[in-house]
């Protein structure tokens, strides 16, 4: 009886001892990592499209009082071509015909774009709206021609007030070409005569750039006026009055360097 006693207690202690041995070798399950949630990209800021507000003043071509006689605008609200000018001045004491043309630089008043015909009314003046007929980015000047094709009115710099405003746009894009070398500097700019001072401001040009600038013409015989250089800042930009320039016909801008004409006076239609 001992003996059976014995081998029960000791099978017994076996038992618990191996309960034991497999606990100890058992490892909790581990608790699961949540994966990180992914953090959301933003959404690209749409950059606006800055109206290109070209502005300036009809003068007389040749033979009577320069002007200025009235404005011409494009893209005053967006670069979608809309335009509009007042005007007096031309011959023909009312009620005459004319048409208004687009003349790219620099070639010399040829290939000029007929844009829309119109009548002066009794008093001799004439206020209409016009969309630009073509989409694309352009250098050059307005004029309105009469029923032989003479040039009356050409846009240009005034002497009074604001009379000229633009955007320097990069030559390179410019619809058709300006027959010149163009640069790559990145950025773009405007151009404001008041009274006979020009102003350049350059946004995000080369940056500690300097640029030299003149005033042109779409009439290729007539010699550019050198104007004052720009220098930009470490961001690329500049601002300064760049000196006086007289009343004139047919007057784009241009921005230059070393590498070719970097930008001039331009609105686009998109």
């Known amino acids: 009886m001992r003996t059976f006693l014995f081998i029960l207690f000791t099978g017994l202690l076996l038992f618990l001892a191996g309960c034991g041995s497999v606990s100890s070798n058992m490892q909790p399950t581990p608790t699961p990592t949540p994966m990180p949630s992914p953090s959301p990209v933003p959404s690209p800021s749409p950059t606006p499209a800055t109206p290109d507000a070209f502005l300036a003043s009809w003068l007389n071509n040749i033979g009577r009082d320069p002007g200025p006689l009235g404005t011409i605008t494009v893209d005053t609200a967006a670069n979608n071509g809309a335009g509009s000018t007042q005007v007096n001045g031309l011959p023909g004491g009312g009620n005459s015909n004319f048409v208004l043309q687009f003349c790219p630089y620099p070639q010399n008043f040829s290939n000029c774009v007929n844009i829309t015909a119109f009548t002066t009314n009794s008093s001799n003046t004439a206020n209409l709206n016009f969309t630009f007929p073509m989409k694309g980015t352009f250098s050059g000047a ?109 007057t784009i801008f241009r921005v230059s360097d070393a590498s070719g004409v970097q930008f001039v006076t331009a609105f686009r239609v998109q």
């Open 142 to 250: 307005f004029q309105i021609i009469d029923t032989t094709g003479f040039a009356d009115q050409l846009s240009g710099t005034g002497t009074t007030g604001l009379n000229f405003k633009s955007a320097l746009l990069p030559a390179a894009t410019i619809t058709g070409g300006i027959g010149q070398t163009t640069g790559n500097s990145p950025g773009f700019g405007s151009v404001m005569v008041t009274n006979s001072t020009a102003h350049i401001m350059l946004n995000g040009a080369l940056p500690n750039h300097t640029f030299n600038t003149a005033m042109c013409f779409v009439a290729t015989q007539q010699p550019c006026t050198t104007l004052a250089n720009v220098t930009t800042n470490a961001q690329g930009n500049a601002s300064a009055d760049v000196g006086s320039v007289p009343l004139a016909v047919g």
